[in-house]
């Protein structure tokens, strides 16, 4: 049974760094994309970051370029996302999903920042970023 195990959310200053990461078990890596996405309360889930398996290409929303960097360890099964000087806008909870397809820029066939070519997510983790 697939299961995504996530970790490291938390409460960090403004300015501050966090690492989250999402264990994935009983899934070769190797065959598939991995997203990372945020959502707040009464809003739609939205794209952050992406690990393709089409080459390992990695994918960031323009509001974390420069910030935040995927990466991926293929010995633990995990990957991880690096978030780096947190503005208090960056408070959400983070989800990482996996996908089948080899996902790609915005604008290609198999999209990134489209949750629905995710199958499958995990629980979800509460990042704050205060003042």
């Known amino acids: 049974q697939v299961q995504l195990v996530e970790s490291g959310g938390g409460l960090v200053q403004t300015g501050g760094s966090l690492t989250l990461s999402c264990t994935i078990q009983?899934?070769?890596?190797?065959?598939?994309?991995i997203g990372w996405f945020r959502q707040a309360p009464g809003k739609e889930r939205e794209g952050v970051s992406c690990i393709s398996k089409a080459g390992g290409n990695t994918y960031y929303a323009d509001f974390v370029k420069g910030r935040f960097t995927i990466t991926k360890d293929k010995a633990k099964n995990t990957v991880y996302l690096h978030m780096n000087n947190l503005p208090p806008e960056d408070t959400d909870t983070y989800y990482c999903?996996?996908?089948?397809?080899?996902?790609?820029?915005?604008?290609?066939?198999?999209?990134?920042?489209?949750?629905?070519?995710?199958?499958?997510w995990g629980p979800g983790n509460q990042v704050t970023v205060s003042t």
């Open positions: 009983n899934l070769n890596l190797d065959y598939w994309s």
């Open positions: 999903g996996t996908s089948f397809r080899p996902l790609g820029h915005m604008g290609e066939r198999y999209n990134w920042y489209n949750r629905f070519e995710y199958d499958r």
